[in-house]
């Protein structure tokens, strides 16, 4: 065991010969797997803004025009004890109608009005939890006694899901093709190695070599090969995102918040590498698959056999 | 160790190379191969080694038919053959060394072990000197000295040798040919093809007469082939 690994060794270096050859394949794997990669980052982000933002979503309660202030105490009481509810803020009717007073400017019309047509209202402030909780979280309140409509401004958060949801969409069709890119990439790689070590392949195997003996340096090359890309994509991940934090630091400074990008966590980047390695060892798989069988072992290569 | 019962070959183009080929060689014997090129001596050293395969008859090696030998089987038969290639057949991307060294490595020895058989065949065709030189360094005689070094550092109870004095003049063959003699002291079966007649001389050993693809009655032979031809 101990020597066919220092066979595939010496193999490995000379495939690895040429470092102009092999940092560009590199390269290109490395770019090739850097942009779904980079962009599933992005998405990780939005999606933990979304959440976020989610957290300071609200629910509006508005009690039947007949409830009075009993009704409405005890459905204060009911709200507060409730497990998915942080905050319960009430607003009286006459309280509502002053707001309405002083921010539309509608004073006049409202004065002119013979009595008070707002509802005594509650402001929920739910747990931070995804839409489809909070909306069945409004159905459950809308339910409750003497309530008469319950509103979730949840518009903008639908929004934002459908358009995440596209892009994770997105992320997943340019990770697929950019994966067959890789594995092409490997292929052709590992076909130009087998035509340049035919000799080696062909007296390999006249002297009582196996094909797992002859396919296993190949593997070893197109997995290294897939690692390095990986390794190369993560590298261009993390120098992007510290360029944009560095840039969005400025921006956090304007607009006065904490903003920044996070990186790549250590699981997603065991997964970018593990991913590449099994990647490239596939698309060299494949290839020693089509191509080592053509080499047959000749004891005269000028002669022809047909 | 080696018998052919009527043998036929035929390429796909049509071509006859060997026409009803029986002989049998005996453990421990070391037989010559005669006829002009094209009289079939490769295809039949290609049958043994099951480069190709008979369309008739059978190829036994070691009791074993290699005609039917399944592709998964081969490089267990290769392993217990020495192959002595025309054209060497060495690797120009590594030293003499590293030659020698890679049928050891196909079979899996430990490092160690590995080295001491590569330097004792290195040292038994008169190369230890070399072991750092490429081959394209390295004479003609010397290739040919190292492809049989690759071929014996296994230990294979059989070595076919393809026209190993082809292309060497005649003291390089006369050394050749006294490597050859001293495996078979050792017991090693070899079968070696050559259409140098002038090798012959002065040998008493058994002699196949291939002329378009058939097998001549014996002939050259003296004695001594009737007595080894006991199994």
Not at chain 1, 247 to 253: A, E, F, R, T
Not at chain 2, 79 to 91: A, E, M, P, T, V
Not at chain 2, 106 to 120: L, M, N, P, Q, T
Request: aromatic share 6%; net charge positive.
């Amino acid at each position: 065991m101990r020597h066919s690994l220092a066979q595939s060794i010496g193999v490995l270096r000379r495939m690895f010969a040429s470092p102009l050859a092999g940092s560009l394949n590199i390269l290109v794997i490395g770019i090739a797997l850097s942009l779904p990669a980079g962009m599933y980052v992005l998405l990780q982000n939005a999606e933990g803004m979304v959440a976020q933002l989610s957290g300071t979503a609200q629910i509006s309660l508005f009690m039947a025009m007949d409830a009075n202030a009993d009704d409405a105490d005890k459905l204060r009481k009911q709200l507060e004890k409730h497990p998915a509810i942080s905050r319960v803020e009430f607003v009286a009717r006459a309280q509502a109608l002053e707001q309405l007073k002083r921010s539309t400017g509608l004073a006049d019309v409202i004065g002119g009005l013979n009595q008070n047509p707002l509802p005594d209202a509650f402001i929920v402030y739910p747990k931070p939890s995804a839409v489809p909780t909070l909306e069945a979280l409004r159905n459950e309140l809308e339910k409750l006694p003497k309530v008469e409509q319950a509103q979730l401004d949840s518009a903008w958060a639908y929004k934002l899901e459908a358009l995440l949801k596209f892009g994770r969409m997105v992320v997943l069709i340019l990770a697929s093709l950019l994966s067959l890119a890789l594995i092409a990439i490997t292929f052709n790689t590992i076909r130009l190695q087998i035509l340049t070590q035919r000799d080696e392949i062909e007296v390999a195997k006249l002297i009582g070599a196996t094909n797992g003996f002859i396919r296993r340096p190949f593997l070893y090359f197109g997995a290294t090969q897939g690692l390095l890309g990986g390794a190369m994509a993560w590298l261009i991940i993390t120098i992007s995102l510290l360029l944009l934090n560095y840039q969005l630091s400025g921006l956090s400074q304007l607009y006065a918040s904490q903003f920044v990008l996070h990186m790549l966590s250590p699981g997603d980047s065991l997964t970018l590498l593990l991913f590449s390695m099994y990647l490239g060892w596939l698309g060299a798989w494949l290839s020693v698959a089509r191509h080592l069988s053509e080499i047959e072992p000749r004891m005269f290569p000028s002669r022809s056999r047909s | 160790m080696i018998a052919f019962n009527q043998v036929h070959k035929r390429y796909p183009g049509g071509y006859q190379a060997l026409k009803n080929v029986s002989f049998e060689i005996a453990k421990g014997e070391m037989v010559f191969l005669t006829g002009h090129s094209g009289a079939g001596k490769s295809t039949l050293l290609k049958l043994i080694a099951a480069i190709e395969r008979p369309n008739l008859g059978s190829v036994l090696v070691n009791h074993q038919n290699v005609g039917v030998l399944k592709s998964r089987a081969l490089p267990f038969l290769r392993r217990n053959l020495g192959i002595i290639f025309q054209d060497h057949k060495l690797l120009f991307d590594r030293n003499a060394f590293d030659n020698v060294l890679l049928p050891l490595q196909i079979c899996g020895f430990d490092y160690r072990e590995s080295h001491k058989r590569v330097r004792a065949a290195l040292d038994k065709v008169g190369l230890l000197k070399r072991e750092k030189s490429n081959p394209i360094a390295l004479s003609g005689g010397e290739q040919q000295r190292l492809c049989i070094a690759r071929a014996i550092v296994n230990r294979p109870s059989i070595l076919l040798a393809d026209e190993p004095t082809g292309n060497l003049d005649a003291e390089y063959a006369q050394e050749i040919m006294a490597i050859f003699k001293s495996f078979h002291q050792v017991g090693a079966t070899l079968l070696i093809s050559t259409h140098d007649e002038s090798v012959l001389q002065n040998t008493d050993v058994r002699v196949l007469a291939l002329k378009q693809g058939e097998l001549q009655t014996t002939a050259g032979a003296t004695g001594h082939s009737a007595g080894s031809r006991q199994i």
